[in-house]
T-cell receptor, first 115, second 116 residues
Framework: AQKVTQAQTEISVVEKEDVTLDCVYE???????LFWYKQPPSGELVFLIR????DEQNEISGRYSWNFQKSTSSFNFTITASQVVDSAVYFC????????????WGAGTKLIIKP | GAGVSQSPSNKVTEKGKDVELRCDPI?????LYWYRQRLGQGLEFLIY????????KSGLPSDRFSAERTGESVSTLTIQRTQQEDSAVYLC??????????????FGDGTRLSIL
């Protein structure tokens, strides 16, 4: 069975600090996809990144970076020099053949950036 | 429109009434999903449509919930005899076809449903 665990329910940091959101997944698939979504207080879910299981290269997009490690089944998300606008709930999700390619969602991590 | 459109954005109704929520997906997106998100919680999958295939209704919580989609266009989610526990934000998402491409889902702003 597939499962996504975001153990951090809520994280609070001061602006400009770096912060890492953890995501650990379980799957029997050899081919699968991992996603991060952002849900700001306004409510809309925004797609951030998709990574397939064959590509373990880390990705950087501005202040955002993602560390994919198959050895530990983790796909962690780091925000560098956090800003108040980064405050949101962040969801990690997984899909693969085992779930008929439907998204299996983590419970989300609420990130609070204090000015 | 450029994105997924949902209506109404807010709905307040009395317990026992029926409600109908609408989702207009991104043009060309053959896959459409409905989710429920209770306050402070994650997403709960309800139902999924893919083209003309039979929908995956495995997430519907009871027979009071149903959804329809005509072809690859608008979908409606209907909740009959609403209960207070149905209060939540109902999110719709669409994506290109599933399969190896596994495209990301694009979400609407949701319908906030409040049952009095």
């Amino acid at each position: 069975a597939q499962k996504v665990t975001q153990a951090q329910t809520e994280i609070s940091v001061v602006e400009k600090e770096d912060v890492t959101l953890d995501c650990v997944y379980e799957t029997r698939d050899t081919t699968y996809y991992l996603f991060w979504y952002k849900q700001p207080p306004s409510g809309e879910l925004v797609f951030l990144i998709r990574r397939n299981s064959f590509d373990e290269q880390n990705e950087i997009s501005g202040r955002y970076s993602w560390n994919f490690q198959k050895s530990t089944s983790s796909f962690n998300f780091t925000i560098t020099a956090s800003q108040v606008v980064d405050s949101a709930v962040y969801f990690c999700a997984l899909s693969g053949m085992d779930s008929n390619y439907q998204l299996i969602w983590g419970a989300g991590t609420k990130l609070i950036i204090k000015p | 429109g450029a994105g997924v459109s949902q209506s109404p954005s807010n709905k307040v109704t009395e317990k026992g009434k029926d409600v109908e929520l609408r989702c207009d997906p991104i043009s060309g997106h053959t896959a459409l999903y409905w989710y429920r998100q209770r306050l402070g919680q994650g997403l709960e999958f309800l139902i999924y449509f893919q083209g003309n295939s039979a929908p995956d209704k495995s997430g519907l919580p009871s027979d009071r919930f149903s959804a329809e989609r005509t072809g690859e266009s608008v979908s409606t989610l209907t909740i009959q005899r609403t209960q207070q526990e149905d209060s939540a934000v109902y999110l719709c998402a669409s994506s290109l076809a599933l399969g190896a491409a596994n495209q990301p889902q694009h979400f609407g702003d949701g319908t906030r449903l409040s049952i009095l």
